[in-house]
């Protein structure tokens, strides 16, 4: 099982940039659906953005022109790039790994980085 750890969550202004990352162990990320999650204080943990070992990308609604995906598969590492930062985007973001095998899902969770967006 692929271990997940996310760094570069911090506090920025209204319009500001961060740069997520996520750097994998225990396993290539190279065969798995790379994925960013969001929670959101009394809110739902919601997709932000995947990318898939194909390196298709799919992106919410809310963020979609905003942020951008990208993985780094020499590095086992994925990256989270996003702009024009609202207050909306402040949660806890999580990384995701998900592979399905003949034997069923496996899926990984990140411990979370905290990001906060002042108005």
């Known amino acids: 099982q692929v271990q997940l750890v996310e760094s570069g969550g911090g506090l920025v202004q209204f319009g500001g940039s961060l740069r997520l990352s996520c750097a994998a162990s225990?396993?290539?990320?190279?065969?798995?659906?790379m994925g960013w999650y969001r929670q959101a204080p009394g809110k739902q943990r919601e997709l932000v953005a995947e990318?898939?070992?194909?390196?298709?990308?799919n992106y919410a609604a809310t963020v979609k022109g905003r942020f951008l995906i990208s993985r780094d598969n020499a590095r086992n590492t994925v990256y989270l790039q996003m702009n024009s930062l609202k207050p909306e985007d402040t949660a806890v973001y999580y990384c995701?790994?998900?592979?399905?095998?003949?034997?069923?899902?496996?899926?990984?969770w990140g411990q979370g980085t905290p990001v906060t967006v002042s108005s």
């Open positions: 225990g396993s290539a990320i190279s065969m798995y659906t």
């Open positions: 995701n790994a998900e592979r399905t095998y003949v034997w069923g899902p496996s899926t990984s």
């Open positions: 990318s898939t070992s194909s390196s298709t990308t």
